[in-house]
C-alpha cells in the first residue's frame, strides 16, 4: 500500500511538471513593442530565462519549474521589477502602470498599481510571509516622523561639520529618546525576521526568505542558515546562500574571460586589457554606489603611482542609465578603461558594489575585495 502511495505522489509530482506552467500578462500604461523578460530571482544579475513583446497590451511565457521558484517580471530595458512566484500552473498577471522620472538624468521607471495575481497559491504565501515588511516599514516612518524636528538639528550639525554642534545636538533629551527608538526599532525588525525564518526553516522556503529580507550576507546569519533543516539548506535557494554565507577561496583560480565595448565604441577583451601588464584590477561599480565613490581617491593614487609598472584597473559599470554613467565618469575624471555591461557583473556573480578582483598577468585571482591600504600594500609586494 504504501509503495502504491509513493508511485502517485511520484505520479502526481511528473503530471504537475509536465503540465508546466502559463503565465498570461495584462498590463496597461505601456505601449506595445515594450521588451518583457522573466529572470530569476537571485543575489546577482542574471540572465533572463525567457522574453516576449507586449502586444495588444498582453504577454504570455511558458515553461516548466521543478517547484516553486521566484522570478522578477522585468519591464523595458529593466525599466520595471515585480517579483513573482512561478508554479506549474496557470497564472494571470494584471497591472497598471506608470512612468516616473526622479532626476534629470535618471531614465523613467515604471511605477506598478492595482497588481493582481491569480493561480499561484505560492505567490499568494510569498507575499503574505513578506507583509512584515510593509509592517516595520510603517514603523520606521513613524518612529522618524514622531522625532522629525532632532533629527534635522541632526542633519543640520553634520553637516556644518562641526564636532561641538553634533556633540551639543548627541546630549539633547530628545535625540537619547529617538536613540532609543531607533534600537528599540532594530531590536523589533531582528525579532519579526526571526520570525518568518523559523516558521520557514524546514523548506526552500526559509533561505528564500532570507535572500528577500537581507540586503546582504555576512558571518554573523551562519547559525540562522546552520538552524535550518538538511533540506532547506540543500534546497535551489539554500545552495544559493550558502555560496554567499561560506564564499569559496578563489585565489589563484584563472577569472572568466570577457568582451565589451568602451566609450571608444571598440570591442575589448580581458586579454586585450592584460596585454603587458603585471596586475590588473577589475572594478564593478555605479554612479550612484557612494561607497564606489569613496574608493576612487585611492585607486587614483594607486594607478599615479603604479601605472607605468604595469598596473592597470578596468571598471565596469552596471548602472542602467547610460548617461548617469558617461556623467560620473566624466565628473571623476577616470583615466583608466570604462565599460558598462551587466552581463560582465553576471558572469562574475557580482552580488553589490564595489565589488573588486585583481589578477595577474595570467588572468589568475590574487585579491578580492581589497580596498585603500590593503590594495597600495599588496601592489608594492608584486610591483615595487
Known sequence: MKNILNLLALVLIVTSCSQGYTLKGKLSGVEDGTKIALRPYAMYDVKPVAETVLKNGEFTFAGVVEEPREFFLVIGEKQGFYTIMIENAVIQFNAELSLSKSGQNEIPRYDFKNVTVSGSDSHNYLQNQLAVRKEL???????????????????????????????????????????????????????????????????????????NLFSYFTPDQRGLFEG??????????????????????????????????????????????????????????????????????????DYKRFAEKGFE??????????????????????????????????????????????????????????????LTKKLEEILD
Open 137 to 211: 516599514d510603517k514603523l520606521y516612518v513613524e518612529k522618524d516622523n514622531k522625532h522629525k524636528e532632532v533629527l534635522s538639528l541632526m542633519s543640520q550639525a553634520r553637516a556644518s561639520k562641526n564636532k561641538a554642534k553634533i556633540d551639543s545636538v548627541n546630549n539633547l533629551d530628545e535625540y537619547k529618546e529617538y536613540a532609543k527608538a531607533e534600537k528599540h526599532f532594530f531590536e523589533t525588525v531582528e525579532k519579526r525576521y526571526n520570525e518568518v525564518f523559523e516558521a520557514n526553516k524546514e523548506t526552500f522556503w526559509g533561505p528564500l526568505m532570507m535572500m
Open 313 to 374: 584597473i578596468v571598471s565596469i559599470s552596471i548602472d542602467q542609465d547610460e548617461k548617469a554613467w558617461l556623467k560620473a565618469v566624466d565628473k571623476l575624471e577616470l583615466q583608466w578603461p570604462n565599460f558598462r555591461d551587466s552581463e560582465v557583473s553576471a558572469l562574475y556573480k557580482v552580488s553589490s558594489v564595489p565589488t573588486m578582483y585583481l589578477i595577474n598577468n595570467k588572468g589568475e585571482l590574487i585579491g578580492e575585495n581589497l580596498r585603500g591600504e590593503a
Open 228 to 301: 535550518m533543516s538538511e533540506e532547506a539548506k540543500n534546497s535551489y535557494y539554500g545552495k544559493m546562500v550558502y555560496e554567499q554565507l561560506y564564499p569559496a577561496n578563489r585565489t589563484g583560480e584563472k577569472v572568466p574571460d570577457f568582451s565589451v565595448v568602451g566609450i571608444d565604441g571598440k570591442k575589448h577583451s580581458l586579454e586585450s586589457l592584460l596585454k603587458g601588464k603585471k596586475a590588473l584590477l577589475i572594478d564593478f561599480w555605479a554612479s550612484w554606489c557612494g561607497p564606489c565613490k569613496k574608493e576612487i581617491p585611492h585607486l587614483k593614487e
